[in-house]
C-alpha cells in the first residue's frame, strides 16, 4: 500500500492514482490538467521478435524491450467505465508518446498512445500486450493533440479516439484477461528514441458508465 502522500487527486477522476517516479508528475486542479515529463530512452514495450522470459530479466528482453515509462495509475472501480482525456505531446524524437494505460502487470498490459511516427507525423497507435506487444498504427493527426478513450463493457475493454473530443472512432476491442478485477488504469509519458517529451493530459473525465456502442460514433 502506498502512503497518502505518494497518491495524486486529479480532478475528474474518482480515484486517487499512483505515480511511479513523483517528481515527474503535476496536477494543477484549477485547469484540471496533468502533466509529465518522460524521460529520456523509457517506453512500455515487450519486442515480440525478442520477448521471451521475464520482463525486466536480462535474457529475453531485446534492446527495444522497456518497461521504465513515467506512469500514474488508480484501482479502477468495478463495473463499466470510460476514462477519456486530451492528449498534447511535445514531440521531437521517434515514438514519444502521451498514453491511457491500462495495467494489470508487467506481461498484461495495454497502452492507446498519441505518438510521433518514423515519418514525423503524430498518429493514434495501440499496443496490447499479453506476454509481448502487438503494435497497430491507427491515423495520422493533423495537430499536437488529440482526445483518447478507455471504456470497460464486461470484462472487453475498447479503445477509441477524436479529433474533436465530440465524434468517436473506434481503434481496438479486446480482452486482456479473464479476470478484470486487478486491472489498474491511467496516463503514461514515454520517448523511447529521445532525450525526453512534455505530455499534458486535460479535459479529463471518468464515467462510471457503459459505453452503448462501440461503432456509431458516441
Request: proline share 6%.
Amino acid at each position: 500500500m502506498m502512503p497518502d502522500n505518494d497518491r495524486l487527486t486529479v480532478p475528474g477522476v474518482p480515484f486517487p492514482l499512483v505515480p511511479s517516479s513523483a517528481e515527474l508528475w503535476r496536477v494543477t486542479e484549477a485547469s484540471g490538467t496533468v502533466t509529465v515529463s518522460a524521460q529520456p530512452h523509457t517506453d512500455i514495450f515487450i519486442d515480440p521478435g525478442n520477448g521471451s522470459g521475464d520482463a525486466g530479466e536480462s535474457t529475453g528482453m531485446s534492446a527495444e524491450s522497456m518497461l521504465n515509462a513515467a506512469t500514474l495509475l488508480g484501482d479502477v472501480p468495478e463495473g463499466d467505465f470510460q476514462l477519456s482525456a486530451r492528449v498534447t505531446v511535445g514531440f521531437a524524437s521517434t515514438f514519444d508518446a502521451g498514453v491511457l494505460l491500462l495495467w494489470l502487470d508487467e506481461r498484461h498490459w495495454g497502452k492507446l498512445c498519441f505518438e510521433f511516427s518514423p515519418a514525423g507525423e503524430p498518429m493514434v497507435v495501440s499496443v496490447v500486450c499479453r506476454g509481448v506487444s502487438d503494435d497497430a498504427n491507427a491515423f495520422v493527426v493533423p495537430g499536437r493533440s488529440v482526445w483518447l478513450r478507455l471504456s470497460r463493457i464486461d470484462r472487453v475493454y475498447a479503445y477509441h479516439a477524436s479529433l474533436d473530443g465530440k465524434t468517436w472512432q473506434m481503434i481496438r476491442v479486446f480482452v486482456l484477461d479473464e479476470e478484470t478485477s486487478r486491472d489498474r488504469i491511467g496516463f503514461e509519458g514515454q520517448s523511447p528514441t529521445g532525450d525526453g517529451c512534455d505530455v499534458t493530459f486535460d479535459e479529463i473525465r471518468f464515467l462510471p458508465e457503459r459505453l452503448s456502442d462501440l461503432r456509431d460514433g458516441s
